[in-house]
């Protein structure tokens, strides 16, 4: 009953035949080896999906930006529209223009209206639009090209505007055309043509969108794309001087408001938080050819 004794002392259970005993050194190898083989197989690492390709622009499209709103190069078609915008938007609030107490659009249509289709044929224009609101524009950078030894052109502002007539927007222009009339933009930085930003202004229910820096960015991409190094802008409040700083546009000149005077008077008071007017320059590579 209580089992057969082997011959070595042992007893075993009968009908159950007893298991060898295992090395555990054998066993530590042997878990080892197949730990070992486990980490040696080759996972296959599972495909990424491929991501849809973004949809081609159409060839007058520059870019496509928060949804509906588009850049392109300003054309003719949309001058008269430009001038709205401009005389509603931009003149209205130009810290210079609000200092003259300037009335838009009655003392800068007549003028601007004239201008603008000169400055737009130079081809290095942008316009942004809505395309949700039948094409509304809603912004615009007005730039233009300088070339070296050009004389004052149809494009230049004081040709159109009559001291008599418009005393402020007279005043505003000549200082402006002062501010960088000794700088040898051609000589000092070896080029014999450069673009010039002229205005930029975004429709008021527009802002805070980042349209203006847009227009800036795709005015530089313009200017690169057509081979200009140098770029040139002179911005008369804080605002648009930190836009154009963003695009690393350098200042190289600032003229305190304050200390602009005639016949003793500062001619632009009351400009508040905008103290002064600057010149700035942004330098970039031409775009890569194949010629």
């Known amino acids: ?93 130009e810290p210079l223009g609000k200092a003259l107490y300037l009335d838009s659009p009655r003392e800068v249509d007549h003028w601007l209206s004239k201008i603008l289709p000169h400055l737009i044929s130079h081809g290095v224009s942008v316009m942004a639009i809505d395309e949700s609101a039948d094409g509304r524009l809603v912004g615009v950078a007005i730039n233009s090209i300088k070339k070296r030894g050009d004389p004052p052109g149809p494009d230049d502002f004081l040709n159109w505007i009559d001291p008599q007539k418009d005393p ?43 349209i203006a820096s847009m227009l800036v960015e795709q005015s530089c991409k313009v200017a690169r794309d057509q081979g200009f190094t140098c770029l040139v802008v002179e911005t008369t409040g804080i605002f648009s001087a930190k836009i154009f700083s963003r695009h690393n546009f350098k200042t190289i000149r600032e003229v305190q408001y304050s200390s602009y005077r005639q016949n003793g008077l500062i001619c632009f008071p009351n400009t508040g938080i905008h103290t002064s007017a600057r010149v700035s320059v942004r330098l970039q590579e031409p775009a890569n050819t194949n010629s």
């Open 1 to 93: 009953p209580l089992g057969t004794r082997k011959p070595n002392g042992t007893e075993s259970s009968e009908g159950a035949p007893s298991e060898p005993e295992q090395d555990p050194l054998a066993q530590s190898a042997t878990q080892e080896e197949e730990a070992q083989n486990l980490g040696n197989q080759v996972t296959e690492e599972p495909e990424e999906p491929e991501l849809p390709a973004e949809p081609e622009l159409p060839p007058d499209v520059l870019h496509k930006h928060d949804e509906n709103i588009v850049f392109k190069i300003l054309t003719q078609e949309y001058a008269d529209r430009a001038v709205d915008l401009l005389c509603n938007h931009f003149f209205k609030d």
């Open 168 to 210: 402020k927007m007279y005043r505003i222009m000549s200082f402006l055309q002062q501010l960088a009339s000794d700088i040898d933009f051609f000589g000092q930085y070896g080029v014999d043509r450069f673009m010039s930003f002229e205005l930029l202004n975004v429709d008021k229910s527009y802002g805070g969108r980042g």
